[in-house]
């Protein structure tokens, strides 16, 4: 069974600080890995996708993650935060081995950027 | 680019009436996703569709059924309506092939508030 494990509830920011959500992930095989933003009363964006091409994934608005295999980990980053990243991020997982991709999301974090 | 089709985007119901949710995926695309989203919850998988054919289960109520149309549209059909429903219903698409199948896009939901 797959499962995700993101690590914090609520990461707050300063405007032009770097960022770092952090997500751990289980799975029965090679999983693809996503992370997708929600802006306040917004459906779910696509931010970026890993599977297996590369283990530094580039994402869309400057966003970056890297799949650590050994660490189980997929963290989330951006050099330098806009106010306009103020949204909740999910990792979320989809296993193949299910044989139609479910999407298995994380709780979730919500990111707080401050002028 | 085209995205996914929700309607309505609002709807208030009374206890134990009906809904009927409406999915447009991205054209040509084969497979449709529906998940809830509860107040301050992760999405949860409810039940997808490939090719008009249920492909795969979650936690969908019994009181809950959707089908998928020859035209790709899906339609959530929820009956006894409870407080407990009140919730964002996202609808996703995806592409055909093992490339991209996985990767899901999404709606911009449709808020049921059930009084």
């Known amino acids: 069974a797959q499962s995700v494990t993101q690590l914090d509830s609520h990461v707050s920011v300063s405007e032009g600080t770097p960022v770092l959500l952090r997500c751990n992930y289980s799975?029965?095989?090679?999983?693809?890995l996503f992370w997708y933003v929600q802006h306040p009363n917004k459906g779910l964006q696509l931010l970026l996708k890993?599977?297996?091409?590369?283990?530094l994934v580039k994402g869309i608005n400057g966003f970056e993650a890297e799949f650590k295999k050994s660490e189980t980990s997929f963290h989330l980053t951006k050099p330098s935060a806009h106010m306009s990243d103020a949204a909740e991020y999910f990792c979320?997982?989809?296993?193949?081995?299910?044989?139609?991709?479910?999407?298995?999301f994380g709780k979730g974090t919500m990111l707080l950027v401050s002028p | 680019a085209a995205g996914v089709i929700q309607s309505p985007r609002h709807l208030i119901k009374e206890k134990r009436e009906t809904a009927t949710l409406k999915c447009y995926p991205i054209?040509?695309?084969?497979?449709v996703y529906w998940y809830q989203q509860g107040p301050g919850q992760d999405p949860q998988f409810l039940i997808s569709?490939?090719?008009?054919?249920?492909?795969d289960k979650g936690s969908i109520p019994d009181r809950f059924s959707a089908q998928q149309f020859s035209d790709y549209h899906s339609e959530l059909n929820m009956s006894s309506l409870e407080l407990g429903d009140s919730a964002l219903y996202f609808c996703?698409?995806?592409?055909?092939?093992?490339?991209?199948?996985?990767?899901?896009?999404f709606g911009p939901g449709t808020r049921l508030t059930v009084l």
């Open positions: 979320v997982v989809s296993d193949p081995d299910s044989g139609y991709s479910t999407l298995t």
């Open positions: 054209p040509r695309h084969d497979t």
């Open positions: 569709f490939y090719e008009k054919m249920q492909s």
């Open positions: 799975s029965s095989y090679s999983p693809s």
């Open positions: 996703a698409s995806s592409p055909p092939g093992t490339s991209e199948g996985d990767t899901q896009y």
């Open positions: 890993y599977t297996s091409a590369a283990t």
